[in-house]
């Protein structure tokens, strides 16, 4: 019951986050220098005033922004993220269309992330100063620092193009047609479809650019829960346990870890809101048509509905991330109770 | 122990699972070369996987203007004319027959027999009006090409009269464009399309038109996922003669050293977006790669209004900075196949007069052409550049070695960042630029495209140049290319205004960009292409 006020109060902050972010990004995007027109329309095309005038007419950019602004609202109201200016199609539906591809690989990449990371970072605290805990440091401090665009190129240089070990970019191989939309994941669509051929091929191109763009979060989860760790070992209780004559590993599995993952949750939940968010140049190096892309395609064009769409769903993510972490907590540390 | 062994076999198990993961791309990536025996990424022999480069808007022919739709319009679309060569000359295509009248403002065209769109539907002189018209009233990028055409008379199914407000020489041109496609109409209408004059608000056919195609071309598109790829199949209707090329896959592939990858690998066949560096990565027998201009040209911009352009809206030094340039060091930075035209009209165009010598640099004759107009010690000038990239090269590089070759006169400039989208496109309209480096994509395929650069034409007055500073008598020599339908009279009109602007104005064309294409030798006729960006009915398998 606790639990079910909990959300409810979180939704009513979701409706009300999320009218704040459409208000503040139709803002800046009012604000900030440049003209969709001027984005849109051929160079020819700008020198016809009846050309600019029904561009203009079209997508309500005639209106005084005021005007322009509750209509947006009235819209959003009715679920209506308005016409995507580049490409004349709603936001919804192409939000619709590479959301998906954004979050398989983002769930992907996290999964990778939190097993390594936690992994590396468990056995980086258990051997502390050990040859294999410089290692570990290593890796995850390469893993922070590391630029994704140079690190995809380089795996898939490596992997693919030297190697041929790994497929190349995209989310299928041609030999395979997109399966049927049902969640818009390959990998599940392709099952659904009765195609485990086809489910493998779209897991293996999650590879590459999922471990890329795990990298970075993998690195602070490793260092996170090798710090959190080592705290949690230096605690009394801890010690008392020791003195108990408790194995090391029933220690750490039964009494250590748990305390010790709490901020690594934290960690966990941003890099997913993060990797949700899209990552524009993996994306494109990968072929990947996801969020990130279209973000990006959408601001080169000065494209208004999009850029707006694109910041909602962002913040969406991010609030929905963050009520899930917070049940967590309470799940893992029963001490923690939901306000 | 038991734990460090127990780490250690976690390890070896999830490298074995990368390698299982691998193991089985590695044994697909095997059976599909030894398929294809060399580069290629088709799933089976008859199909053409081609790489292009992101960034483009709509595929419904009556909106299209950028730089990659047109080679999808012009696979499943038809137009009157078409261009089976990059540098030649409109050649019929729906048309059997043509006629102009004598005063040249009546074109009456006589469609082939049998001709049919792929859903069956017979294309009529209806359909071409139809079509021509739509992309007129729908008010969009492209229906500028329609501003000659005063009206469509349709007498019958196979006859369509164009009726033009003004000589026009270019028109044939124009009825290549991929905007004056021919639409099934029947299919068009049915799915929201009209061609009454308020198409601009009525006309809602841009979606379906986004997803499916309504032409009579070789292929019909099946699928289009945007940003991702565009499926063509053969059109089972086709009423001419198809390539042996049953099925082309276009993945948008944004990244050249992605193409340069996908290429060597084989998992595609043609990499449209190459760049001199990733063309050098390709050393297999098995690629060939072309390098050859584009009609994109760059040029220098000098405001001759003096309030805006300041010392550089003097002739003279127009004249010094158009000598102190480096035109080989330009063509080096745009990468190999790039070349400097003559003057406006770009290398490849009919009535082209070629190349300006790299020997042109004549550096002294530059500082006594500055001290002739009284900036013996240079002088100080910002050179705005905006954020776009011509061809993949970026306008600040180009604009770096534009600073640097005028140094060395004397001239210190100022390089001034200013966004495209956030005050450089206004002011370059309105011409409040007073030094800029700037570039010019071809709107259609015709060397009247350049014209606009005349005094008092389009591009003309963004550089301050007004009909009234003409000496020259380039308006009248613009009168008289665009009234020239007979390309010998076109050549020897273009001709003269070269000459005319070969040292003069404030316009300095530095250099037109290259293509730089790559594709798999097994299949042909891969070229570049201005008017599709590649010709995709011109490839076959060999």
């Known amino acids: 019951m606790e639990r079910l006020k909990f959300i409810l109060k979180r939704l009513g902050y979701l409706v009300v986050m999320l009218f704040g972010v459409a208000t503040l990004v139709f803002i800046l995007t009012k604000m900030i220098p440049g003209d969709p027109t001027v984005a849109n329309l051929s160079q020819r095309a700008l020198n016809d005033p009846e050309v600019v005038a029904a561009f203009r007419a079209k997508y309500g950019l005639d209106k005084p922004v005021l005007v322009q602004y509750f209509y947006y609202i009235g819209n959003l109201l009715h679920f209506d993220l308005g016409t995507s200016i580049r490409t004349n199609n709603s936001v919804l539906s192409e939000l619709n269309r590479c959301f998906p591809a954004t979050f398989e690989l983002a769930l992907f990449a996290i999964i990778v992330a939190a097993v390594l990371g936690i992994l590396f970072g468990i056995i980086s605290a258990t051997h502390r100063n050990s040859a294999g805990d410089q290692i570990v440091r290593a890796i995850s401090v390469t893993g922070v620092s590391i630029p994704s665009f140079w690190f995809a190129l380089i795996v898939l240089y490596f992997f693919y193009y030297k190697l041929h070990i790994m497929p190349g970019p995209g989310r299928l191989s041609n030999t395979f047609a997109e399966p049927a939309h049902v969640t818009g994941l390959f990998v599940l669509d392709s099952l659904l479809e009765g195609n485990p051929a086809k489910a493998w091929d779209a897991f293996r191109h999650l590879i590459l650019p999922g471990f890329v763009l795990a990298a970075f979060t993998m690195g602070l989860i490793t260092r996170t829960t090798r710090s959190n760790l080592l705290d949690v070992m230096s605690t009394d209780y801890i010690r008392t346990a020791k003195a108990k004559g408790l194995s090391r590993r029933r220690l750490i599995r039964k009494h250590a870890l748990g305390n010790a993952l709490i901020p690594v949750l934290t960690v966990i939940g941003l890099g997913l809101g993060n990797l949700l968010g899209g990552m524009v140049l993996v994306e494109t190096i990968f072929n990947w048509p996801g969020v990130g892309q279209f973000a990006y395609e959408s601001v080169l064009s000065n494209d208004y509905p999009a850029i707006i769409g694109v910041a909602l769903l962002i913040a969406l993510n991010y609030m929905i991330i963050n009520t899930i972490v917070d049940i967590l907590y309470g799940i893992i540390d029963p001490r923690v109770r939901l306000q | ?542």
Request: proline share 4%; net charge negative.
């Open chain 2, 1 to 542: 122990m038991k734990k460090r062994i127990l780490a250690i076999a976690l390890c070896a198990a999830m490298t074995l699972g990368l390698a299982a993961c691998g193991g089985d791309s590695a044994s697909t990536a095997e059976s599909s070369a030894a398929s294809a025996g060399t580069a290629s990424g088709s799933s089976d022999d008859s199909t053409v996987v081609i790489a292009m480069g992101s960034g483009f808007s709509t595929l419904d022919p009556g909106y299209v203007y950028e730089k990659y739709p047109p080679l999808i319009v012009n696979a499943c679309y038809d137009n009157l004319f078409r261009f089976t060569s990059n540098d030649g000359e409109p050649e019929p295509n729906l048309v059997d027959t043509y006629e102009w009248s004598d005063d040249n403002l009546t074109l009456t065209c006589t469609l082939k027999d049998g001709l049919k769109f792929a859903s069956g539907n017979p294309l009529t002189s209806a359909d071409v009006a139809f079509s021509i018209n739509r992309c007129k009233n729908l008010q969009g990028n492209p229906s500028f090409i329609c501003e000659t055409i005063d009206s469509i008379e349709t007498p019958d199914d196979k006859t369509v009269i164009f009726h033009l407000n003004t000589v026009d020489s270019a028109f044939l041109s124009k009825l290549t464009y991929s905007s004056l496609a021919v639409l099934d109409s029947e299919v068009v209408k049915e799915n929201g399309g009209t061609d009454a004059e308020d198409a601009a608000t009525a006309d809602t056919a841009q979606d379906y038109l986004n997803t499916a195609s309504a032409g009579s071309g070789p292929y019909v598109m099946t699928s289009y996922t945007p940003d991702e790829e565009v499926v063509l199949e053969k059109n089972e209707n086709y009423w001419g003669e198809a390539s042996n090329v049953d099925k082309f896959i276009i993945e948008i592939q944004p990244d050249s050293n992605t193409q340069m990858m996908t290429l060597s690998s084989g998992d595609i066949d043609v990499a449209m977006n190459m760049t001199d560096d990733t063309m050098a990565e390709l050393t297999d027998d098995n690629v060939v790669k072309i390098n050859e201009p584009t009609k994109t040209v760059g040029f220098v911009m000098m405001n001759m209004d003096e309030s805006v352009g300041g010392p550089v809206s003097n002739p003279d030094v127009q004249q010094a900075i158009r000598l102190a340039l480096n035109y080989s060091e330009i063509q080096t930075i745009c990468g190999e196949g790039s070349v400097t035209p003559y003057s406006l009209i770009q290398v490849g165009f009919m009535g082209s007069k070629g190349e300006r010598s790299t020997d042109y640099t004549d550096i002294d004759k530059a500082k006594d052409l500055l001290a002739q107009a009284g900036y013996p010690d240079g002088f100080d000038i910002d050179l705005t550049v905006c954020d776009l990239d011509m061809e993949g090269i970026a306008l600040t590089d180009l604009a770096q070695v534009v600073k640097e070759n005028l140094a060395e006169i004397g001239i210190n400039c100022n390089i001034v960042s200013d966004p495209w989208a956030a005050g450089y496109g206004d002011d370059y309209r309105d011409g409040k630029l007073g030094f800029t480096v700037m570039y010019w994509g071809t709107d259609y395929n015709d060397p009247n495209v350049q014209l606009e650069f005349l005094p008092g034409k389009t591009v003309g007055l963004r550089a301050g140049w007004t009909a009234e500073m003409d000496d020259q008598g380039l308006d009248d020599l613009y009168d008289q290319a665009m009234a020239a339908t007979d390309n010998d009279q076109r050549s020897e009109i273009l001709g003269q205004i070269q000459d005319a602007m070969y040292e003069n104005g404030p316009f300095i064309f530095f250099a037109q960009a290259p293509s730089h294409i790559a594709y798999s030798s097994r299949i042909d006729g891969v070229a570049v292409s201005d008017p599709y960006a590649l010709d995709v009915r011109s490839i076959t398998i060999k």
